[in-house]
């Protein structure tokens, strides 16, 4: 049994660990409700929201750690039993006990992915220079591969690169390639694939249904805004959805056409919601900011006092 | 994994005539660029501890080849880049690509929507 600075720490941390687990129930909760309604809202007002969902058991689990922090060290936690939050064996803790179990295991998946996430990083910067060896360069950090595949995509983190195959420029039109080039360009502008990474890494900490579903919404609002950043005098929006089916059609040829499950619903509907967006057919409206604000405030304070009913009711099954 | 000039070069080199060793790549490469054997030794050697290269003992002299053919090797390199961890193009991959490569469009689906396009684009000719 620890007691002292270092209980009151880990009692802390394992007060954060309770409150991160009630967000991501909550934010899990809202994605599977609202998941349609995500794509009625303008792209911007989306990528903050997708964000915000993401971050806020983090900074909700700061916040009530720094809050029981504060209060321990100003012995108000225990003054009164019926305030919002409180913890009644805030200075002892055991690591033989659920809160040093669950909090070993959290310690344990929390390192498990920064290890594979820094591993794929490395991984994916050494193939990345790889292919950019076997490359040739087009244009200022434009590289051409030479395979008959077709694609056209960026990677890189800190110096995105955009890439396009040899088979997508024989297929493609000089008009068609300028788009599929804008549009990556847009991309690397954006530095959009560190963002993919580091959404990710936050997505990692949901059940995979959910950060399938948070992933794709990402995706599919930053493919939306390199869409839009392509539309200029000489390419109109029809110019680039024409250019995009066309493309969706040259990566399907040859291939069976798969039934759809739900994920696979959803990657096709990016391709749609893409062109619908591109054609002006969507009624994107931006997010209800103070809806917003009093979700997250409401979600806040009862994550905040239902800590400890939580922490008695485990305790009810599981002895300290 | 960076590849200089002299590794690009031989690289292609061993792609296009098979095998060969130091002597035969150097004879090769020495009236066009110049350079000493042991350069050229020292890059095959680099390739050969960048696993892009397999090298057999051949008498004294090591015998090189490519470990993957080009064509194969730039595959493998693009479907890694462009897919991570999760799964093929879930949408967490970690790069932006123009479209999905999932190849998981739906042909009617594909039908209809540049059906939609060409109906816009008659509607805008028409107020045009």
Redesign the interface.
């Known amino acids: 049994m620890l007691d002292g600075t270092l209980a009151l720490l880990l009692n802390v941390l394992a007060i954060a660990l309770v409150c991160f687990a009630l967000h991501n129930v909550a934010v899990s909760a809202i994605v599977s409700l609202l998941n349609q309604r995500f794509l009625q809202l303008q792209v911007p007002s989306r990528k903050a929201t997708l964000w915000l969902l993401v971050s806020v058991p983090w900074l909700s689990a700061l916040c009530t750690a720094s809050y029981f922090y504060y209060a321990a060290n100003n012995n108000t936690l225990f003054e009164n039993q019926t305030s919002v939050a409180h913890w009644h064996h805030v200075d002892t803790f055991s690591w033989l006990s659920w809160h040093g179990l669950t909090l070993a295991s959290a310690i344990g998946f929390l390192s498990y992915i920064v290890i594979?996430r820094i591993a794929?990083f490395s991984r994916?910067r050494?193939?990345?220079?790889?292919?950019v060896?076997?490359s040739e360069r087009i244009g200022s950090n434009t590289y051409e591969?030479?395979?008959?595949?077709i694609?056209?995509?960026?990677?890189g983190f800190i110096k995105p690169k955009c890439f396009i195959?040899q088979g997508m420029r024989q297929q493609t039109t000089e008009q068609e390639q300028t788009i599929?080039l804008k549009?990556?360009i847009a991309?690397a502008k954006r530095r959009?694939?560190f963002k993919?990474?580091l959404f990710?890494i936050l997505?990692a900490f949901y059940i995979p249904t959910i950060?399938?579903r948070l992933?794709?919404h990402?995706?599919l609002a930053?493919?939306q805004e390199?869409d839009n950043a392509v539309i200029c005098s000489e390419n109109s929006s029809?110019d680039i959805?024409?250019t995009?089916?066309k493309?969706?059609?040259l990566?399907?040829s040859g291939?069976t056409?798969?039934n759809?499950d739900m994920?696979?619903n959803f990657?096709?509907d990016?391709?749609?919601q893409r062109?619908y967006f591109l054609?002006g057919q969507l009624n994107l409206k931006p997010v209800n900011k103070l809806l917003m604000l009093i979700i997250i405030i409401a979600t806040f304070f009862l994550c905040l006092s239902s800590v400890d009913g939580l922490h008695h009711f485990i305790e009810a099954v599981f002895k300290h | 994994?960076?590849?200089g000039e002299l590794?690009?070069l031989l690289l292609h080199y061993l792609w296009q005539h098979e095998c060969a060793d130091v002597k035969k790549v150097y004879a090769y490469f020495e009236p066009k660029r110049g350079g000493s054997l042991n350069t050229y030794q020292s890059t095959l050697d680099r390739l050969y501890k960048k696993g892009l290269l397999a090298r057999q003992k051949e008498g004294h002299a090591f015998v090189y080849r490519a470990r993957v053919e080009?064509?194969q090797?730039?595959?493998q390199?693009?479907k890694?880049?462009?897919t991570?961890?999760?799964g093929e193009?879930?949408?967490?991959?970690?790069?932006?690509?123009?479209?999905?490569?999932?190849?998981?469009?739906?042909?009617d689906?594909?039908n209809q929507?540049?059906s939609?396009?060409e109906l816009?684009?008659q509607k805008?000719n028409q107020k045009g």
């Open positions: 594979t794929t994916h050494s193939e990345l220079a790889h292919l060896a076997l591969i030479q395979s008959t595949d694609a056209a995509f960026t990677a195959t599929i549009h990556e991309h959009d694939p993919k990474w990710s997505c950060s399938k992933s794709l990402m995706t930053m493919e390199a029809l959805a024409g995009l089916v493309v969706a059609r990566n399907a291939n056409i798969k759809t994920v696979a990657g096709a990016v391709l749609e062109v054609l | 994994m960076k590849l590794e690009k080009r064509h090797l730039i595959g390199l693009i890694s880049v462009t991570d961890f999760v193009d879930d949408g967490s991959s970690l790069i932006a690509a123009f479209s999905s490569m999932s190849q998981e469009f739906n042909v689906q594909l929507l540049e939609l396009i816009q684009k805008l």
